[in-house]
């Protein structure tokens, strides 16, 4: 866990969300704009992801899939909702079948809005994203220590 | 006979950036019959009418897709406008053709680029999508939006394109026809391309008109339909003729798309050269639409199919998209029939699938 | 310059018990499947299903207006493509379809209201 900090792996989820954000968010990981150079990449497993970008809004259907993938994702984690839609519910929020944001689902840490978002908006989201991220890993290592010597001071006594 | 399993495709797969969720039943590695589960998207945005008024709807519409946007916009305000029974000027024709041609290309890059992605050729994905880019800058230049981009209204259009950003649209064309021509040959020539893409998948013409499928996935099987033909917009006084290969496997699904990208430049340059040089941009519109319409234009994915009804409120009684990714799933199911596994990420983009427009 | 075809679009209001006769008529005459979708109107359903040709663009739109209780035949025996917009129409309007060759019972879209443009939509708003 140690060494993983400065490249979190990202994840990319399509809640109910038009297709806009979602190509925004590859257009984000291909040559013009690449967030490689951030340090971040796009993986297919959650089980391997760090950051989970959630474009869209919940829907009854999508809801258990999204809160799966939340929970394949080891900790420390970190949820980036991409686009209106995911902020809120958008255009969509009146919709018979749209219960809202990604925050009904999943806790979200970091807003992006925009309809469809910008690539520039969606990096400033994953430069936050990374910035939590590399704080509570921070936090998760300081706890490890605390535990190690709590354990250590244990054993000697 | 081996041994029969179910495999579940989706709903997050890494080829896919979208959910739709197959269920294979395979034999060995072969698949015997897929059967779609549909829903992950389904946000009900035709059962806003009762809250939106026409005009808001038109909004509403172009979140249809994010790729197709402006052509969602179009097919809407269309049919609303044959309710009315107005003639929008035909600067608006021009500038919605313009538009819509844009779109198309910045659809067609996008699909070839997953294409690309799809069968492992990563270079090839980050150039289409590096010339995608030039793409997009136009729309931005001439709209303020990269992807939605709300110019439409009932009765023509918002905004002008003025000459000077005419005058950039074009050399970005000549600029993009040289990239594609390079891109082309990769496409067509290359012979891991050709071996991966060659007899994978085919529909005959028969399976086609059975299934009703539409749009260049129709095309690649022979089938002339392209509905551009019916002459909305400004496509009456604009020259072309649509792309069609016989093979009906993927490369020619490959070969009717890239075409369609030099077919869209063309269409493009023609449109220049012959718009109006000034005119009014939109017709106003007065009290609200009372009666009926099915309203057809063809999508970058195919025919998309606007119904709608209304009694002369402001709130529609009833509109219907019938998106072109909806009505090529038979076909896709059908497809994927006597295929191997492997090739299952490959068919499913062949349509070029846009999952949030086939269940809006 | 390409040639243009606009034929007009033709209505046929036909009666519900002729509707597998004539999507056999018109599927036999060449015509595909386009689409196929229901209108809650007054009270009543309005069905429209809709035939086009590849090669004259000729769109052909057969209408059967049903009372909510009636149940029509599933036309997808003849035409498998529509089995998905049968589905759609039962799940979202409540029309009473019988005989889908592929019927998801209510489960294409999976929603969690029933019929959410159906009749109960009207009776809510009253």
Known sequence: ?157 | MGKRSVIPFGPQHPVLPEPIHIDLVVEDERVIEAIPSIGFIHRGLEGLVDKRDFNQMTYVVERTCGICSFQHGMGYCEAVEHIFGVDIPDRAKFLRTIWAEIGRMHSHLLWLGLLADGFGFENLFYQCWRVREKVLDLQEMTSGGRLIFSVNKVGGVMKDIPADMLKIILTTMDEVEEELKEMKKTFFNDYSVQSRLKGVGVLTKEQINRLGAVGPFARASGVVSDMRTLGYAAYPMLDFEPIISEDGDCYARCYVRMQELFQSIDLIRQAVAKIPAEGDLAVAIKGNPDGEYFMRVEQPRGEAFYYVKANGKPNLQRMRVRTPTFANVPGLCEMLKNTELADVGLLVLTIDPCISCTER | ?126
């Open chain 3, 1 to 126: 310059m390409g040639e243009i075809r606009n034929p007009e679009n033709i209505l046929e209001v036909i009666e519900a018990d002729d509707l597998l006769k004539r999507s056999l008529e018109l599927t036999k005459s060449g015509y595909r499947f386009s689409q196929a979708c229901a209108a809650f109107v007054d009270g009543k359903f309005e069905l429209s299903y809709s035939f086009s040709d590849y090669e004259t663009y000729q769109l052909h739109n057969l209408r059967v207006v049903i009372d909510p209780a009636t149940e029509i035949p599933s036309i997808t025996e003849i035409v498998p493509a529509a089995v998905f917009y049968e589905n759609e129409m039962k799940e979202l309007f409540g029309v009473k379809i019988k005989m889908i060759n592929l019927d998801y019972e209510n489960k294409l879209y999976r929603i969690r209201q029933e019929a959410p443009m159906g009749p109960q939509k009207t009776e809510e708003e009253n």
């Open chain 1, 1 to 157: 866990m140690a060494n993983i900090t400065r490249s979190p792996w990202l994840l990319h989820y399509d809640g109910s969300s038009c297709n806009g954000c979602d190509i925004e968010v590859l257009a984000c990981l291909t040559p013009v704009y690449d967030a490689e150079r951030l340090g971040v990449m796009n993986t297919g497993d959650p089980m391997q992801a760090d950051i989970l970008l959630v474009t869209g809004g919940i829907n009854s259907q999508n809801q258990d899939t999204v809160k799966q993938l939340y929970d394949q994702m080891p900790r420390p984690k970190v949820v980036v909702a991409v686009g209106v839609c995911a902020c809120t519910g958008g255009v969509f929020k009146d919709c018979y079948n749209i219960l809202g944001g990604a925050d009904t689902t999943i806790p979200v840490d970091v807003y992006v809005p925009g309809c469809a978002a910008r690539p520039q908006a969606i990096m400033d989201g994953i430069i936050k994203a990374v910035g939590i991220f590399q704080q509570r890993s921070n936090e998760y290592k300081a706890q490890v220590k605390e535990k190690k010597k709590a354990a250590k001071k244990g054993a000697q006594n």
